[in-house]
């Protein structure tokens, strides 16, 4: 409150409404009589991040279906909200910042002549058995077991390097030994622990420039799904827990039931591996034919 009273801010802006801190503002910002805009900082937070205690003034959200989630789960009203897309999405389309794909995948050991999988890790909470999906995936690139040679860029979440859930010494170990011929780990530069992820601005060019220049994006529901969506890749969202079945309360299968991962799903331009056989099918699927499904994610 005394930062807020020193400040005098026009406006106070935050990602969402949902965490300890923002509340704690939204409070103080309120008895201040200060406006709060919400600029939502991602398409799960409505509908997965548990009910806010206070709504701010405005929201800024992505487009109409965030938009209608607001209006319906909170009877917000519509002309308090503003859509303006995805500001830090922005950077996909700003050629001048991305590294071209051969000296990228060069730089990470890979060869630029075959199609490259991107393999994008989640939070280890939403995917404990994460480590036996990508053994399997790093033995068949290793194998050439697909219809055309390949190659694989595995990206841990930043959650899974540092910070409270972040994987024990042997995991990571276990993470890192995958890395080898036709496989490379691009880890991403978490700074501190100041945030949930403390991350450079540059990281975001980096990402972009590995997202156009994969074959293919696969993931168990992250957020990097809807990336590769635009961009035109294929994306195969996994829904298993490798060689066991994990109860359903820490199991991989949970997630397709999240509310913003069904609505994607019900579009038709994201596919669904629910066994080794699936997923082998689907990247052998995609590799023939890229365009498949190109419709639906667009």
């Known amino acids: 409150k005394a930062l807020l009273q020193k400040l005098r801010p026009d406006f106070l802006v935050f ?29 799960d937070h409505i509908t997965a991040k548990g009910t ?20 319906d789960i909170y009877g917000f009203p519509p002309r308090k909200i503003y859509e303006c897309g995805v500001p ?13 794909r051969d000296a990228l995948l060069q730089r990470l050991n890979l060869s630029p002549a075959q199609p490259c999988i991107f393999y994008g890790m989640v939070n280890p909470v939403f995917f404990p058995n994460e480590l036996e999906i990508l053994t399997w995936l790093v033995d068949r ?19 899974t390097i540092r910070g409270y ?51 293919m994006f696969l993931s168990a529901g992250s957020t990097l799904s809807l990336e590769a969506c635009i961009l035109d890749r294929p994306v195969v969202n996994i829904g298993f827990d490798g060689w066991q079945e994990l109860p359903y309360k820490q199991s991989a ?39 498949l499904d190109w419709e639906a994610r667009a």
Not at 34 to 41: H, K, N, S, T, Y
Not at 52 to 70: R, V
Not at 144 to 155: D, G, N, Q, W, Y
Not at 179 to 203: E, Q, Y
């Open 15 to 43: 990602p969402n409404p949902f965490a300890t801190q923002e509340t704690v503002y939204l409070i103080h910002a309120r008895q201040l009589r200060i406006p709060v805009i919400c600029q939502m900082l991602s398409w």
């Open 88 to 100: 830090h999405f922005d950077v996909y389309f700003q050629k001048d910042k991305l590294t071209p």
């Open 141 to 159: 690139i290793r194998e050439h077991a697909s219809i055309k040679p390949c190659t694989l860029i595995i990206r841990p979440h930043p959650q």
């Open 253 to 291: 299968r949970r997630h397709l039931d999240y509310v913003h991962i069904t609505k994607l799903l019900a579009m038709g331009g994201v596919r669904v591996a629910r066994s080794f056989d699936e997923l082998k099918a689907h990247i052998n699927a995609y590799l023939k034919n890229p365009s």
């Open 165 to 215: 859930y972040a994987r024990n010494t042997q995991e990571l170990a276990r993470l890192y030994a995958l890395a080898g011929p036709n496989v490379a780990i691009d880890t991403p530069p978490v700074l501190s622990d100041r945030l949930a992820w403390d991350m450079p601005k540059s990281d975001m060019s980096h990402l972009a420039s590995l997202l156009h220049g994969s074959a």
């Open 52 to 71: 806010p205690l206070l709504m701010p003034d405005y929201f800024i959200s992505w487009g109409p279906t965030m938009t209608k989630e607001l209006v």
